[in-house]
């Protein structure tokens, strides 16, 4: 792509790495150059927190915010009770409208910590698309709605095609999920004016289905932009680790694990993410990526700390680093360590104890108790940083009259203590 932008946002979006596609860049770029302009990206309430995965679109809003524009973020209140069925092998579970509300109240809690929200031009807008789509009335909806929508367009889009391809069901009601996605747009441009939408490149076919319906519904100009689907450079799924889903929330995941998280980023991935997931100055983010050898450790801890501080504030991501230090450097116990506490209940009714491969699994530290074993036989396990290769072991309150300090490996680690 040799288009060379004149808007601030678009600037942004291309040299940092956050582009992939986007309808019309000439036109969206000289839209840009007005400031106060809305755009909105969607976020399915599936669970009671985001992930790492969503932070590339997090971090787009908190961008467009900084550069003049208005960020609106969709609770999919609504859409969640539908399931979105972009490029997943299944149908999603259904979640109760409980469910929905429980989760949503605990997504909002990060969007906070990026984005500025209020009444001026460029303050964020939080809305939940259940305002309008639960009241809508079905057959007028058939009727004003679903006629401009051609099945057989819908069932080429990639997303449809590669489900059907592989002989996999894919029910009516997931079917719907891309009319009432393209709906949401009609509505935002209506209530908002909002002229564009983002989203990872797997939502470009909704995108594209809500450009296109709400230029035949109020003939408006409206763009899509969307940001690669992004891998680490072996090839895995970002937002995902040994032990899970990388949370945003710090009640889901400790922010120590979250530093820790950036802290063990690949050599090769170290500059882009830089890009993607701080504000440091693109020059230092190359300088930095740049780095070879043990060099690249130092740039490894910036970046952890950036986007530490970002998510969980300044003084989460000092504590992460000082226990990493203590930890890594002096063989200490650190204070920020995820810790679980036991009772008196669990080491048994006779106080027998606890076998050391279910405090494997409490920990998180193994997915399973066959996990702990193996990583036990392997050598993998340390108890008090000392190998620990007696996978029957039991822990009784004895020896956890001080709290005892388990490690996966030389990077995984956390205390177990009894309550007092």
């Known amino acids: 792509m040799t288009y060379h932008p004149k808007s601030d946002f678009m600037q942004v979006m291309m040299e940092r790495g956050y582009l992939a596609d986007c309808t019309d860049y000439q036109g969206l770029d000289e839209a840009l150059l007005t400031p106060g302009q809305s755009a909105y990206i969607g976020f399915d309430a599936t669970a009671k ?34 399931g979105d069925p972009s490029f997943r092998a299944e149908e999603r579970p259904l979640l109760t409208s409980d469910q929905i509300d429980d989760n949503i109240a605990g997504i909002k809690r990060v969007f906070a910590k990026y984005i500025t929200y209020g009444d001026g031009p460029s303050d964020g807008l939080m809305i939940n698309n259940a305002d309008w789509l639960d009241n809508l009335n079905y057959l007028e909806f058939l009727r004003d709605i679903g006629r401009y ?26 079917f719907n999920y891309m009319i009432l996605q393209a709906y949401d747009f009609l509505e935002l441009n209506r209530r908002t004016g909002c002229i564009l939408q983002m ?45 899970g889903a990388v949370w945003l929330n710090a009640d889901m995941r400790s922010p120590y694990e979250f530093w820790q998280f950036w802290r063990n980023t690949t050599d090769a991935d170290v500059g882009r993410f830089l890009k993607l997931y701080t504000e440091l100055d693109v020059e230092e983010c ?44 002096h063989g200490g116990v650190g ?19 606890i076998s050391i491969v279910q405090l494997f699994v409490k920990s998180g530290l193994s ?54």
Not at 149 to 167: G, I, P, Q, T
Not at 213 to 224: K, N
Not at 294 to 321: Q, R, Y
């Open 199 to 243: 989203g990872g490149s797997d939502q470009w076919g909704n995108i594209v289905n809500g450009i296109d319906l709400t230029r035949r519904v109020v003939d408006h100009q409206i763009y899509g932009l969307t940001s690669p689907l992004l891998t680490t450079s072996d090839g895995k799924k970002m937002g995902k680790s040994q032990d």
């Open 286 to 329: 190359d300088r930095l990526g740049a780095l070879e050898g043990s060099e690249v450790n130092a740039s490894k801890i910036i970046l952890a700390n950036e986007v530490t501080t970002l998510c969980h504030g300044a003084e989460a991501a000092a504590a992460a680093e000082a226990t990493a230090r203590e930890v890594f450097e």
């Open 367 to 420: 997915k399973s108790g066959k996990d702990a074993k193996r990583l036990i036989s392997e050598q993998g396990a340390r108890l008090n940083d000392a190998p620990l290769s007696n996978a029957g072991l039991m822990i009784d309150a004895a020896a956890l009259a001080t709290p005892i300090k388990l490690s996966a490996g030389k990077k995984r680690h956390a205390l177990v203590q009894l309550e007092d």
């Open 335 to 353: 204070d920020d360590l995820p810790t679980v506490t036991l009772t008196p209940a669990d080491l048994g009714d006779l106080g027998e104890g």
């Open 149 to 174: 929508f051609s099945v057989n367009r819908m069932l080429a889009f990639e997303s449809v095609k590669s489900r059907l391809d592989r002989e996999q069901s894919l029910s009516f009601l997931e």
């Open 49 to 82: 927190s985001l992930h790492v995965g969503s932070l590339i679109q997090i971090m787009m809003l908190r961008w467009l915010q900084k550069t003049g524009h208005r960020p609106i973020t969709l609770m999919g209140g609504g859409t969640t009770k539908v």
